[in-house]
């Protein structure tokens, strides 16, 4: 697998956005990382992910480190592969409404939400191998039923929906990004899904 420069550019933007601008990537050890991530065929939304999940352990900490580098979210991304890996072997038979009960009211209570999460959760589940020659068309199929969840979600969201989306405009501008680039979309997408996810504690983990 080899990187692209939109996919490189979304990594780096990704950690702007997280470290509030702070500079990254420019290490002799970042490039490094970069090049071994990219050698084992480690996707980039799987790169993305387990960025977004250290930064959010760290914003929890009393005390976080000052110093951050790629390395340091390393472990998340193996577990995001373990957890992608999982998935792909467990098959039809995955509990597909586990999690579910975490979710807030009044979202808990839907059950066209519910039947949208479990059909998401299926269709990873039994997702091909990626060298299989339907993985591609599964791929598209596993994001839309994603994709028809998250809808759901948002609608529930009414007005606050609203209030939400300016603070995402005003952090992504703030990471310098460039305003309906191809990288801003990207952003947008990621970081929109998860603040909906939050708003209702809906586990989005491992997508």
Partial sequence: ???????????EREWAFRA???????????????????SAGVPMDLVVSAL?????????R???????????????VAKAL??????????????????WEQVNAPLHGDPIAKAAYEAWQR??????????????AHHDQERAARAALLALAEAALGSAAETLRGELHQRLLASDMKEGSLVWKRAWNHHWATL????????????
Avoid at 20 to 37: E, F, I, K, M, P
Avoid at 62 to 76: G, I, M, Q, S
Avoid at 82 to 99: I, S, T
Avoid at 123 to 128: F, M, N
């Fill in 1 to 11: 697998m080899i990187y692209t420069r939109e996919e490189k550019d979304w990594l």
């Fill in 20 to 38: 509030w601008g702070r500079a990254g990537l420019l290490s002799t050890d970042d490039y490094r990382q970069v090049l071994a991530w990219e």
């Fill in 52 to 60: 977004n999940a250290f930064f959010d352990r760290r914003e929890k």
């Fill in 62 to 76: 009393e005390k976080p480190r000052t110093f951050v580098a790629l390395k340091h979210f390393d472990r998340d």
């Fill in 82 to 99: 373990k957890l992608r890996e999982a998935l792909l072997r467990a098959g039809p038979e995955l509990e597909v409404g586990r999690g």
């Fill in 123 to 136: 269709c990873r589940a039994s997702a091909p191998s990626p060298e299989a020659a339907g993985y591609l």
């Fill in 196 to 207: 909906v996810a939050q708003a209702w504690g809906l586990p989005l983990e491992g997508s």
